[in-house]
């Protein structure tokens, strides 16, 4: 087979979601859920590395409140509001999607939880994606590992 005979098989096989990048999450969590209990629980399994990488959580269908804030010009803190909470989250090096943040509205999350500078739980946005409220599965880029088992 020819790579121009792949790329026509491919063609008539995949879809677009087939092509979005996939992050694994280790779980799905509820707001009140990323609590100091978690976190002292994950401090347990530290080091955190290569062969031993920080779990991997999710809001789904978080609405963002307001226009995220620039943070030394590539990061932002966006504040997302679940479940009658509001929730600020870092994101390192997504500055430039500050606008798409904004206009999507309603996001599904990829955080990590850590210590914030003032010594409570801190939530870290690794990854987001507009939210498809009332999908069966985190759909697109997350899949949730303890859900459906990839």
């Not at 990048?21 to 609590?35: M, R, S, T």
């Not at 991997?56 to 009658?84: C, D, N, T, Y």
């Not at 955080?111 to 985190?138: I, K, M, N, T």
Request: hydrophobic share 40%; aromatic share 8%.
């Amino acid at each position: 087979m020819c790579s121009s005979d792949l790329r026509e098989y491919a063609k008539t096989r995949l879809t677009l979601e087939d092509l979005q990048p996939l992050v694994e999450v280790d779980g799905v969590l509820e707001p009140g859920e990323a609590n100091e209990d978690l976190l002292l629980a994950l401090e347990r399994l530290a080091p955190f590395g290569l062969e031993n990488p920080r779990p991997l959580f999710a809001f789904r269908s978080a609405g963002v409140s307001g226009p995220p804030q620039a943070w030394k010009e590539k990061h932002l803190k966006i504040m997302v509001r679940k479940g009658g909470r509001n929730l600020l989250l870092k994101a390192f090096g997504m500055g430039d999607q500050a606008d798409a943040i904004h206009e999507a509205g309603i996001i599904d999350v990829a955080f990590e939880l850590e210590r914030d500078w003032y010594g409570g739980v801190g939530l870290l946005a690794r990854d987001w994606r507009p939210s498809h409220q009332g999908h069966s599965s985190l759909m697109g880029p997350y899949t949730s590992v303890s859900e459906f088992g990839t």
